[in-house]
T-cell receptor, first 117, second 112 residues
Framework: GAVVSQHPSRVICKSGTSVKIECRSLDFQATTMFWYRQFPKQSLMLMATSNEGSKATYEQGVEKDKFLINHASLTLSTLTVTSAHPEDSSFYIC?????????????FGSGTRLTVV | DAKTTQPTSMDCAEGRAANLPCNHSTISGNEYVYWYRQIHSQGPQYIIHGLKNNETNEMASLIITEDRKSSTLILPHATLRDTAVYYCIAKKGGTSYGKLTFGQGTILTVHP
C-alpha cells in the first residue's frame, strides 16, 4: 500500500531556531501534499496544500513566511518552521494525495511532535 | 463541503459492535462520505468511504441512509486497538483531489 514517511517523529528546539520536517512518499508519486497542525485535544487543521514544482497554497491565518513549504519532487515535501516560538509547539502531520479514487486516496504520515523551549 | 456532526464520545465493550453515527443533512449529490480514524499521537488512517450504497471492507461497514442525510460506521467486533478518534467527512468527488477538512470527530473508547 501507499506509505508516507515523516521525519523526525519528535523534535525539541530552542526558541528562535528553525526546524525542518520531511515528508516522503515511499512507493508512489505524490502530486499534492497537505500539511496539518494539531494542538492537544483538538482536531487537525489544514495549514497548506503543496503541489510539486509550484508554490504552496496557505489556509487563511497561516503565515507563509513562518511556515515554509517546499515540494521540489514528487516524493518529497518539507515544512520548515522558521524562528520557532513556544506557541508553535504542536503535532504536525503531512498527507499525500495519490490523485486517484480508491482506498488510498489520502495517506498520512505518522506526525512530528514539535516542542519549542 | 457539507458540515458533519458527530457525538463527542462513545463507549463500546470489547468484542461488541461499535456503531458510530454521523449527521450530514446538507450533503450534496456529488459529495462522498469518508471515515478516517486517528489513534493517539499518530496520523489519521483511512477506513472507508461511500456515496449512496452501503459499503463494507475488511475494517468496517458504512451504512448510508436513503436520503443520505446521515450515516453509521460499524466496527463489527471492536477491540481495544480500535480506541481512537473517528472522523466523518463529506467531500466532493470520489477522488483524492482537493482538501480533506476534519471536524471534531467522535472519541471511541473500547473497554474490556
Amino acid at each position: 500500500g501507499a506509505v508516507v514517511s515523516q521525519h523526525p517523529s519528535r523534535v525539541i528546539c530552542k526558541s528562535g531556531t528553525s526546524v525542518k520536517i520531511e515528508c516522503r512518499s515511499l512507493d508512489f508519486q505524490a502530486t499534492t501534499m497537505f500539511w496539518y497542525r494539531q494542538f492537544p485535544k483538538q482536531s487537525l487543521m489544514l495549514m497548506a496544500t503543496s503541489n510539486e514544482g509550484s508554490k504552496a497554497t496557505y489556509e487563511q491565518g497561516v503565515e507563509k513566511d513562518k511556515f515554509l513549504i517546499n515540494h521540489a519532487s514528487l516524493t518529497l515535501s518539507t515544512l520548515t518552521v522558521t524562528s520557532a516560538h513556544p506557541e508553535d509547539s504542536s503535532f504536525y502531520i503531512c498527507s499525500a494525495s495519490l490523485g486517484q479514487e480508491g482506498n488510498y486516496g489520502y495517506t498520512f504520515g505518522s506526525g512530528t511532535r514539535l516542542t519549542v523551549v | 463541503d457539507a458540515k458533519t456532526t458527530q457525538p463527542t464520545s462513545m463507549d463500546c465493550a470489547e468484542g461488541r459492535a461499535a456503531n458510530l453515527p454521523c449527521n450530514h443533512s446538507t450533503i450534496s449529490g456529488n459529495e462522498y462520505v469518508y471515515w478516517y480514524r486517528q489513534i493517539h499521537s499518530q496520523g489519521p488512517q483511512y477506513i472507508i468511504h461511500g456515496l449512496k450504497n452501503n459499503e463494507t471492507n475488511e475494517m468496517a461497514s458504512l451504512i448510508i441512509t436513503e436520503d443520505r442525510k446521515s450515516s453509521t460506521l460499524i466496527l463489527p467486533h471492536a477491540t481495544l486497538r480500535d480506541t481512537a478518534v473517528y472522523y466523518c467527512i463529506a467531500k466532493k468527488g470520489g477522488t483524492s483531489y482537493g482538501k480533506l477538512t476534519f471536524g471534531q470527530g467522535t472519541i471511541l473508547t473500547v473497554h474490556p
